[in-house]
């Protein structure tokens, strides 16, 4: 399991502009903790499109981003948690 980043923070900043810069595009999962909705999925090409995502949510939402290219998931996903 990954470690969950607050969305706001610089380590999660950071760790976001690299995954762009490196390994675009990049899948997003949006997931609803206790709110028994089902995951929603985008695919972003740019950080403007995943801001833009970011921008709707409420608190307690988390988004779990992970590159296209990498099929077996070896890096694992980046899991931010919106405050």
Not at 18 to 47: I, Q
């Amino acid at each position: 399991m990954s470690r969950v980043l607050s969305a706001a923070s610089t380590e999660a900043k950071g760790a976001v502009a690299e995954l762009f810069e490196n390994t675009p595009p990049v899948l997003v999962e949006m997931r609803f903790p206790s709110a028994g909705a089902s995951p929603d999925w985008h695919l972003c090409e740019d950080e403007e499109q995943l801001k833009q995502i970011m921008e709707r949510l409420g608190p307690g939402a988390e988004l779990h981003l992970s590159s296209v290219w990498d099929l077996k998931n070896i890096k694992g996903a980046l899991c931010l948690r919106k405050k």
